[in-house]
């Protein structure tokens, strides 16, 4: 499987001046667990880093954080871990594993960030390769007793 397959396209990038409070916000908003932080405006929009979910919690608010005071500056990870867009998905997870992350940047060739991959994303889409796979195996059943597909799948009847 390719990472092309199953990371999210929508990356929401924020100034790393940004609070902690809109940054949860946006989160919310967008259904997204992880924000892509940026040089505050009029500066370049390169990623500088990557704030999380469990960024805000562990390091913010569990520390007693003042979320409309604080920026996520304060709490992001400073590097961003990248995975080409091209690349193996147990490749990824590979990465994610030996770095201790969930997330990673997705680029392109260029270089350019196009999405996110998340744990999240990988388990999915393994799921959807299981499920192929365990329908190959009912096929081959379902060929070598000449029963069909339907019966397979309801065993009482």
């Not at 902690?20 to 370049?44: I, Q, Y």
């Not at 994610?96 to 997705?106: D, N, Y």
């Not at 959807?128 to 065993?155: F, K, M, N, Y």
Request: hydrophobic residues 45%; contains cysteine; charged residues 25%.
């Amino acid at each position: 499987m390719n990472v092309s397959r199953v990371y999210t396209r929508d990356v929401i990038a924020i100034p790393r001046s940004t609070s902690l409070k809109e940054a949860a916000r946006l989160m919310c908003a967008h259904h997204v667990g992880s924000l892509v932080v940026t040089d505050d405006p009029p500066l370049d929009r390169r990623a500088l880093g990557i704030v999380t979910d469990r960024d805000l919690v562990v390091q913010a608010v569990a520390a007693g954080a003042d979320p409309n005071e604080t920026a996520v500056a304060g709490v992001m990870t400073p590097q961003l871990a990248r995975v080409a867009e091209s690349a193996d998905a147990h490749r990824a997870l590979e990465k994610m594993a030996e770095l201790g992350i969930r997330r990673l940047a997705v680029t392109r060739d260029s270089g350019e960030i196009v999405g996110i991959l998340s744990f999240d994303d990988l388990v999915d889409g393994f799921a959807v390769e299981i499920a192929d796979l365990a329908r190959i195996i009912r096929q081959e059943r379902s060929r070598e007793t000449g029963t069909t597909l339907a019966e397979l799948a309801d065993p009482v009847s």
